[in-house]
Every structure is written in structure tokens, then in C-alpha cells.
């Protein structure tokens, strides 16, 4: 090995100090400003310890919302520079801006890095992009320079995001953070819409997602004379003479009860009015979700006209998980019925297959529900347009009255069943096209209601055995 020479020893001693100097600031007491901290002070053009922040926390849902409203602030207000972020892995959970800021942050720690970004759906089909952490310098609406921060927080517990405004004092940072909430509201994607709250498989939390809005012809759902007329009369009839019943002073909420059993049409009405209501936002819980109807009640009071849809409300009615007689969760949806105001353009729409059930409950505070209607098993005149409409893409050879005859008792969704049944005997015989002729009627009668199919046919709303005035099917006489 080569000799060192004395100039090696003093560059290499030269560059110890160095290090031990770096490391002397870095352990100081004295948080050394950084470049962070610098880009935010002098844009407010006051120190760290001036800096007042307001600071709003919502559920990650409408993280896209508040995107949309930050963005059509800047728009209006410009911005100083575009978006930068904080070294990852600095923020701590449940950390604001302002102490994180404060916080000793080092060398490479202390520098403005570059925002991080995630996306968001703002339509069945389509999404944007969205700030996950960074931080952008603009001005209030009086003119103030601020710091607005954005941040979704998805590690910890469930997930949220905040919105934070940095000024030098609070009227200005305040002034902003009013301005984003108003172009929120304005921007707000979920409006018009057709939403679900469901739950994550993740941690259960609140979701909420957009569904195709399917337009359904009135011709696609059989009742009886005047009874769709008389549901979408109260839905749709009230929300057109909106204007005029506030000035006559009367209310506008509306609650409506839809009964039947499983398979009469029910949530089949409920797609028609939605397909129908093209300006109304549509908000949908089914089965466990319906513990999400606080949030569902609160979207829906923002976003009139709404509709808010509470499916199979039996289901939370029966929940055994709760003590006997009182039962939380539907008082918490009756409540929450209660919380939007009269005279908000909102409906409840309720669908359930045990009117029985919450009978009592509805009945111990009443004006929640000021329509009940009860979806019926089709009559014969209902079974055959339900026929007719089934297999209007088929070639039809059979005997209508013969098929009417052999389905009393049973319901609209097994009419449609029996069809599709009997085009799959039509195809299985080789038939192409498939013409569905008596004898694959007859067919999927007799299979429909033999012994083993009896789960089969309950499911599909046929009566069960010994239930009042509701025969199984009978056999054709073909
Ligand atoms: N009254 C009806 N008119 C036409 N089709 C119907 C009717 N009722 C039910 N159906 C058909 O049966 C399917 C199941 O009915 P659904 O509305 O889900 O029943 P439920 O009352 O249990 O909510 C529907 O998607 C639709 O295709
Ligand atoms: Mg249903």
C-alpha cells in the first residue's frame, strides 16, 4: 500500500471538522430556519410564531369537493408558484401544518419538496386529480397573502383529510377558508348524481361511490292502474312546485314508504324515479350502510333536490345485535329524517318487505313518512303485461291465459324468471332464435313449483306454503 502523504491527513482532518460542525447545528437546540419554514414565512411575510392557521377536517368521501373549491379559488385568486410538498415521512399522523413546521427539520427534512397526488372520481366514469399533501401560496380575498395546505390522511385510523390555512392573521385566513367552503358547495361533483354510501372492505369506513344513472320507460314497470302515477306524483309532483308551497309556507320534505313482498317491484321503482329525476342527486344505503344516514341526510340537505333511498329498512329493524325493544339504528334513521328541515327539497324514499315491523316505530313519531304505499303482487291483468314485457325480444308461441292462470300469488320477478327459464328450454332444444312455445312454459311451471324448488320460489316472492290466500303455482293444464 502506497505511503499517505501530509496534504491527505489535512484534507481528510479538514473534512472531519466539517462533519462535526454539520453535526453540532443539527443536534442544536436552535431549529435552524429551513427552507420550508422560509417559503411559507416570507410569502405571509411574518415569522413562524405569527402564523395563524384555520384549520377544517372532513371525511375522505369529499376530499374531491374540497379539491374542486381550492381549485376554483385559485383560479379566481391566483397563486404564488404551484403546489410543493413536505419531505415524505415527515408528517406525523394527526399533525397539523403549523407545528410540523415548527418543528426542528434539518437539512434534507427542512426542504420544499414536490406535493404528492392521488385520485378521485368526479362521475361514474370519470376522476380528477387530488393533493394528497402540499402546500400552495396565494392570497385571501382582501388581498393578504396565505398558505393554503392540503393533506388526506389514509394510515391511521379512519381516513379523513384536512384543509389548513396559513396567514398572518386570523380575519384573513378565515376569510379564505369561507371563500373555498362557498366554491365547494358551488363545485360540489356529488350534485344531480346517483350515489351509494357503502363501506370499505378496508376498516369499514364511509364511501361513497357513483352509479350509472339507467333510464327506465314507465312502460317497464307493471301496476296497477295509477299507482306509479300516485308514487312519482309525490316525489316528483311536489319538488316541480318547490318555489310556490315554501312562499305558501308549507313543507317540503316528503317521506315515502314502499311495502311489498321481496321481488314486487320495489327497488324497481326505485331505479324508474332515479332514472326519471335527472336534476335530482340520488343518495342510496342498503342493509349496513344505513348506518351511515346522518352523513346521507347531511349530503342530501346540501345537494337539493335530493333523494335519499333507504333500502330493506327491515333488515336494521330486526337487527338482533340490539337489545330488546329499542333499536338505535332506527331511531338514529328516524332522526335523522327529523334533522333535514321541513322545508328542504329532500325525499325518503323506504322500502321494506315487513311493513309490520316498523309499523310501531313510524307510527310512535309520525310525519316521517307522509306516503305509504304497498307494492303488490301482479293481479292477472299485471301478469299478463309482465309476460307481454318479458318476452317482447322473443318470438312468443304460448297461451297468455293459460300462463296468468297457472302464477296467481305469485310475483313480478317471477314472471320475469319463468321467461328467461323458459328461453333457456327453448335454446337447450336447439331453437335458433329461440321461440318460447306452451310446452317450455309448461315446463318451468312444473320445475318452478316442484318440492325441491321451494327456496327457489320464496326467493323469488312466491307465497310460501299455508301463508294466507296466496296458492303455490299450479301446474298448467297445458
Ligand atoms: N312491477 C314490476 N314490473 C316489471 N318488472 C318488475 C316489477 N317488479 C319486479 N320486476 C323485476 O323483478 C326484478 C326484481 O324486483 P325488485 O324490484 O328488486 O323487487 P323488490 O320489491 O324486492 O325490491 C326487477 O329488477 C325487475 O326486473
Ligand atoms: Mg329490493
Not at 65 to 93: E, K
Not at 420 to 426: E, I, K, M, P
Request: proline share 6%; net charge negative.
Amino acid at each position: 500500500m502506497e505511503p499517505t502523504n501530509g496534504q491527505d491527513y489535512r484534507d481528510l482532518a479538514r473534512a472531519l471538522v466539517g462533519l462535526l460542525d454539520v453535526a453540532r447545528r443539527t443536534l442544536s437546540d436552535e431549529p435552524a430556519t429551513s427552507e420550508l419554514v422560509g417559503r411559507v414565512t416570507s410569502h405571509l411575510g411574518c415569522g413562524l410564531s405569527e402564523v395563524v392557521a384555520v384549520h377544517e377536517r372532513f371525511p375522505i368521501w369529499d376530499h374531491v369537493n374540497v379539491q374542486c373549491g381550492v381549485d376554483a379559488y385559485l383560479a379566481r385568486h391566483g397563486s404564488a408558484g404551484t403546489w410543493f410538498g413536505i419531505a415524505a415521512g415527515m408528517m406525523r399522523p394527526h399533525q397539523d401544518l403549523l407545528s410540523r413546521l415548527a418543528a426542528p427539520a434539518p437539512g434534507p427534512l427542512g426542504r420544499a419538496g414536490s406535493a404528492s397526488y392521488g385520485t378521485a372520481a368526479t362521475g361514474p366514469e370519470t376522476d380528477t386529480e387530488v393533493v394528497a399533501l402540499g402546500l400552495i401560496a396565494t392570497t385571501a380575498p382582501e388581498g393578504a397573502p396565505v398558505v393554503i395546505g392540503l393533506r388526506a390522511e389514509r394510515e391511521f385510523g379512519p381516513p379523513y383529510g384536512d384543509l389548513e390555512i396559513l396567514a398572518a392573521s386570523r380575519d384573513a385566513a378565515s376569510a379564505t377558508r369561507t371563500e373555498i367552503a362557498r366554491l365547494s358547495a358551488g363545485h360540489n361533483v356529488f350534485r344531480g348524481q346517483v350515489l351509494s354510501f357503502g363501506e370499505s372492505e378496508h376498516r369499514g369506513n364511509e364511501l361513497v361511490s357513483f352509479l350509472p344513472r339507467i333510464p327506465l320507460d314507465a312502460q317497464e314497470v307493471v301496476f296497477p292502474a295509477g299507482l306509479l302515477e300516485s308514487i312519482e306524483r309525490h316525489v316528483a309532483g311536489v319538488g316541480a312546485l318547490a318555489g310556490e308551497l315554501r312562499n305558501a309556507g308549507q313543507h317540503l320534505k316528503r317521506g315515502l314508504l314502499l311495502y311489498g313482498p321481496p321481488g314486487a317491484g320495489k327497488t324497481h321503482t326505485v331505479r324508474y324515479l332515479t332514472g326519471k329525476l335527472t336534476e335530482t342527486t340520488v343518495v342510496l344505503l342498503t342493509g349496513r350502510s344505513i348506518r351511515f344516514v346522518e352523513s346521507a341526510a347531511a349530503l342530501a340537505r346540501r345537494l337539493q333536490p335530493s333523494m335519499v333511498v333507504l333500502e330493506d329498512v327491515d333488515l336494521i329493524a330486526m337487527d338482533r345485535d340490539f337489545s330488546a325493544g329499542e333499536n338505535p339504528l332506527l331511531f338514529t334513521l328516524l332522526d335523522a329524517m327529523d334533522g333535514v328541515g321541513a322545508d328542504a327539497d329532500v325525499t325518503f324514499v323506504l322500502t321494506t318487505n315487513r311493513a309490520d315491523i316498523l309499523e310501531h316505530a313510524l307510527a310512535d313519531r309520525p310525519g316521517r313518512v307522509d306516503l305509504a304505499i304497498e307494492v303488490p303482487r301482479p293481479d292477472a291483468g299485471c301478469r299478463e303485461q309482465l309476460l307481454r314485457l318479458y318476452t317482447r325480444g322473443v318470438a312468443f308461441d304460448g297461451d297468455p291465459s293459460v300462463i296468468v292462470a297457472a302464477t296467481e300469488g305469485v310475483t313480478a320477478s317471477y314472471i320475469k324468471e319463468l321467461v328467461r327459464r323458459a328461453v333457456l328450454v327453448s335454446l337447450r332444444a336447439g331453437d335458433r332464435p329461440p321461440v318460447v312455445r306452451q310446452p317450455h312454459f309448461d315446463e318451468v311451471l312444473a320445475e318452478m313449483s316442484a318440492q325441491h324448488e321451494s327456496l327457489t320460489r320464496s326467493l323469488l316472492g312466491n307465497a310460501e306454503p299455508g301463508s294466507r290466500s296466496l296458492p303455490a303455482v299450479r301446474r298448467s293444464r297445458g
